[in-house]
């Protein structure tokens, strides 16, 4: 633990990590483009889930709503994870043992991993969903465990600055 708590401590009082901690404008700069990159990929994925699970745009084939959203999710992922990793730069030892932090940590490594299951095994067989309202069960536990575990994320990033 103290390895890893000497290693934060390093980083944060980088060069890098005291410019963006002491800057007027880097921090919330950086924490709204972290917001939007959450609003979009999230909010994205939250559409193309409910379509997994067959509550939102039923007309549409989900294989259609996935490769017309994956591009702009990806994109606001990419946003997230670079400005939240800047984020933690700058406070890296402040928050590395706050218990909201952990559980984001761990949410996050296993929505990842749901993701890396669905992209790897399910999605390349979604022109095969043809028209279908009820998609097949690993599907939709997919689209379920995506957005719990995805909400879970956000909430304990929400709570970062409380505990």
Request: a positive charge; charged letters at 10%.
């Amino acid at each position: 633990m103290s390895q890893l708590l000497a290693w934060a401590e390093a980083i944060e009082q980088s060069r890098v990590g005291l410019a963006l901690a002491e800057s007027a404008l880097a921090f919330p700069l950086i924490e709204g483009a972290h917001l939007l990159g959450l609003a979009l990929s999230f909010g994205l994925l939250a559409i193309a889930d409910l379509r997994l699970l067959g509550l939102l745009l039923r007309q549409v084939p989900a294989h259609q709503v996935l490769r017309q959203l994956r591009p702009w999710i990806f994109g606001g992922f990419a946003l997230t994870f670079i400005t939240g990793g800047l984020l933690f730069w700058s406070e890296a030892a402040k928050i590395l043992f706050n218990p909201a932090f952990v559980a984001k940590l761990v949410l996050t490594v296993l929505a990842l991993a749901n993701a890396l299951v669905f992209e790897t095994r399910l999605a390349p067989r979604a022109i095969e969903w043809g028209q279908a309202l009820r998609l097949p069960t690993p599907v939709r536990l997919a689209g379920l465990a995506s957005l719990t575990l995805w909400s879970g994320v956000l909430i304990t990033g929400r709570l970062i600055p409380y505990l």
